[in-house]
């Protein structure tokens, strides 16, 4: 049984939403969106993505399938966490930018 996943339409579709959420808090806040936090959200949700189909598809493979790095499941598995973890950090800061109030600002 394969898993089917579709990684552009997950990729876009997250990234939509998010830069949705971030825009909406941005007019809350009454505060000017900026195109380097509407890039991080892009960027960051398509290496969440990869890094989440990276883990699954390594997770899922026989041993035999993975060839030359089969000794290396469990640092592949790690590093795909990793990835993913610095992903949604990455994401959700620039999506709760807006909400962070600055030192001295009232």
């Known amino acids: ?4 996943i579709e ?3 997950w990729s876009v579709g997250l990234s939509l939403f998010f ?3 971030y825009i909406v808090l941005c007019g809350y806040r009454r505060k000017v969106p900026t195109l380097t936090h509407v890039v991080m959200v892009a960027m960051s949700c398509a290496s ?3 890094a989440v189909l990276l883990g699954v598809t390594t997770y899922a493979a026989p041993v035999e399938d993975l060839g030359v ?9 790690l590093g795909a966490l990793a990835m ?4 949604v950090v990455s994401a959700w800061t620039s999506v709760v ?7 001295g600002a009232r």
């Open 1 to 4: 049984m394969a898993i089917e």
């Open 7 to 9: 990684p552009l339409r």
């Open 19 to 21: 830069i949705l959420i």
């Open 48 to 50: 969440a993505v990869a």
């Open 69 to 77: 790095l089969k000794d290396q499941k469990p640092g592949i598995l």
């Open 84 to 87: 993913a973890w610095a992903s």
């Open 97 to 103: 930018s807006p909400l962070v109030v600055a030192n």
